[in-house]
């Protein structure tokens, strides 16, 4: 059977993702990597160098994505799927290039973990992801904020003659185009993705690359890499370097019987072939392996204990089995990123395919041997050398245009590629995908002149060009107003409050005023915020902005009153709420917080009988007492 690769539509139950958060995030995005506590004293020197190299300190210019639910209900989803005679691969272009499902065919058996139903959970950088399969993440320490959003894809000659599907987008955190090639070439039992970033900038850039691989948890389930040493990253805020397999007198290496989530990142030595694998009982499984630029290898359990099982239980259906993830990565840790040189381009190859393994070697009490088995098996079934060659072959393809486009990504490529002229061979950003968020920002490009009106402002742009552009564009309220967003992403704040302060008095009233709010949390001025965040609400309420836009509003106008000590100003803010926004869980918890600060203690242990959900929990979410 020759490799196809065609379009398919796969239906789940999904909860809806919701609209974007329309407020631009001006607070510092949650980390639950960050504020180490405890960290080994001998890191690597390039190691200690990458981790305290362009940390994310900002999500702008991407926004948030918090307004999904957990109401799931049947739903299509475009997908694309690649087939030969051993394998098929199912790929939800419009989620992130999510790997949703790879199935080998011979036998039937499903090589990833497949989540049932498509459950948002607020584990990416900027919010909504969800579990399952193989997934992408560029830009910064955590899950990409491209987790579900739409990437481009199209059907492009594939290095043996065939077809091959390219994803590619251009990533907003760093201002970095790149792209995922998948093919399967003739008879083989390994998908393999060609992977590049570029750097098409004139100045350096900082590069977060892990592939994430969700595999079943079963009992008997054992993760092998080769390595004898691993840094473990416990959610206690530590790093440490520490033994593989065994740690603490128990083997850290079976996920199944470990109590605690935690990051096990493979100290992999130098000139080692790079490979992960998740073998079962009977010593079959997945394993991963890659080109060496891809140097790290990552074991990230859930643990038995009762937070992990209530984590994996919220991401899925009951009844659904547990997983854990296997991952691989441009640096040792998920704490580091990379340095890309203005001009240049990380490029690698990977390969994911079935593996059968001896079971008493695989399962013996010799780590070594163990190790020395599954090498040995992908050695059998996928040479090195045949790695590195699928790698030559393809990088002349990575530049070939695609044939027929398969799915749209967004504008924001399109618009960064006029605006700098860029040269992308293989990866074009088509004007035709150009919308109404791009619109005001082009005709700024073309004319110097900002044009946007309604009641809501569009998302902004930060970058020193695009800043530029707005100081020297004609003065306006959106001008003033975006441009204060880019300054405060430039860490200049006083010039951003300024801004606001000057799009407040050309009339664009509640956005200022948020901003200002905002800027006065930071600043230590509660009591001045929660005066402007009460302005907020009452000019958005007269803008008639959208519900989203209010329940945003209203998430932080709350929070920011009852932190003022105004209980009563900030249930005045609920009860002005549409609603169906009323009842979302995040809402409840914020009521029950409003009558506990009013006195009234009876009332908010009733709405927590009446029971709730937060659908946007965050992990690592703190709630105030």
């Not at 990504?409 to 605006?419: D, H, M, N, T």
């Not at 951003?496 to 949390?521: F, K, N, Q």
Request: proline letters at 8%; aromatic letters at 8%.
């Amino acid at each position: 059977m020759a490799t196809t690769v065609r379009r398919a539509v796969l239906t789940l139950p999904a909860a809806p993702l919701g609209p974007e958060n329309p407020l631009p995030p001006l607070t510092a995005p949650r980390d639950v990597h960050s504020g180490l506590r405890a960290v080994e004293r001998s890191l690597p020197p390039d190691m200690a160098r990458q981790m305290r190299y362009a940390p994310l300190r900002s999500l702008l210019p991407v926004r948030r994505r918090d307004d999904y639910g957990r109401e799931r209900v049947p739903t299509d989803i475009d997908a694309i799927v690649i087939e030969n005679d051993r394998l098929r691969a199912t790929v939800l272009p419009s989620l992130g290039g999510r790997v949703h499902s790879l199935v080998h065919k011979p036998t039937g058996r499903s090589l990833l973990y497949t989540n049932p139903v498509l459950q948002p959970a607020g584990f990416a950088l900027n919010g909504a992801w969800f579990s399952g399969g193989i997934e992408w993440n560029i830009g910064a320490t955590g899950h990409s904020t491209l987790s579900v959003a739409p990437l481009h894809a199209a059907r492009v000659p594939a290095p043996d003659g065939g077809e091959m599907l390219r994803l590619w987008e251009w990533e907003r955190l760093r201002d970095l185009p790149f792209q995922v090639d998948l093919w399967l070439p003739e008879g083989s039992d390994f998908l393999h993705a060609g992977v590049r970033v570029r750097n098409p900038h004139d100045r350096p850039a900082p590069v977060y690359w892990w592939s994430n691989t969700a595999v079943p948890e079963a009992a008997g389930t054992r993760v092998l890499a080769p390595a004898g040493h691993a840094w473990h990253f416990g959610y206690e805020r530590s790093l440490r370097r520490v033994p593989v397999p065994h740690r603490e007198g128990a083997d850290r290496t079976y996920p199944a019987g470990a109590e605690r989530p935690a990051d096990y990142f493979y100290d992999l030595p130098d000139g080692e072939r790079r490979w992960i694998a998740a073998l079962d009982e009977d010593g079959r499984g997945l394993v991963q392996t890659s080109t060496d630029l891809l140097r790290g290898r990552k074991l990230f359990l859930w643990g038995a204990g009762e937070s992990g099982r209530r984590w994996q239980q919220w991401l899925t259906e009951p009844g659904t089995g547990g997983y854990a993830e296997i991952q691989a990565g441009l640096a040792r840790t998920q704490l580091e990123h990379v340095r890309l040189e203005a001009g240049g381009e990380f490029a690698w190859l990977e390969a994911y395919g079935p593996l059968a393994a001896d079971p008493g070697h695989v399962h013996g009490p010799d780590w070594q041997a163990a190790r020395a088995e599954v090498a040995g098996r992908l050695e059998a079934a996928l040479p090195r050398a045949t790695v590195d060659a699928a790698y030559a072959a393809w990088r002349p393809c990575a530049d070939h245009e695609p044939k027929e486009s398969l799915a749209t990504g967004s504008g924001w490529g399109a618009l960064e590629v006029e605006r700098g002229g860029f040269d992308l061979p293989g990866t074009p950003f088509p004007a035709a995908a150009l919308g109404d968020q791009q619109w005001p920002w082009l005709e700024l490009l073309r004319t110097g002149a900002f044009d946007e009106d309604g009641p809501e402002p569009g998302p902004s742009l930060v970058s020193p060009p695009w800043r530029e552009l707005l100081e020297a564009s004609e003065p306006g309220p959106y001008t003033a107003y975006h441009l204060g967003v880019a300054q405060w992403h430039a860490g200049d704040r006083s010039q951003a409050v300024r801004s606001w302060e000057g799009a407040l008095r050309h009339g664009l009233a509640w956005p200022a005023l948020r901003a200002l709010a905002a800027a006065d949390l930071v600043d230590g001025h509660p009591e001045r915020a929660a005066d402007r965040y009460a302005a907020a609400v009452a000019g958005a309420a007269d803008a008639g902005v959208s519900r989203a836009a209010a329940a945003a509003l209203a998430r932080e106008a709350v929070t920011a009153l009852l932190d003022a000590g105004r209980a009563d100003d900030a249930a005045a803010v609920l009860a002005g709420l549409h609603p169906a926004t009323r009842a979302r869980g995040r809402f409840r918890l914020l009521h029950a917080r409003v009558l506990l600060a009013q006195g009234d203690e009876a009332a908010a242990r009733a709405v927590f009988d009446e029971g709730f959900e937060v659908a946007d929990l965050c992990e690592g979410e703190d709630f105030p007492r």
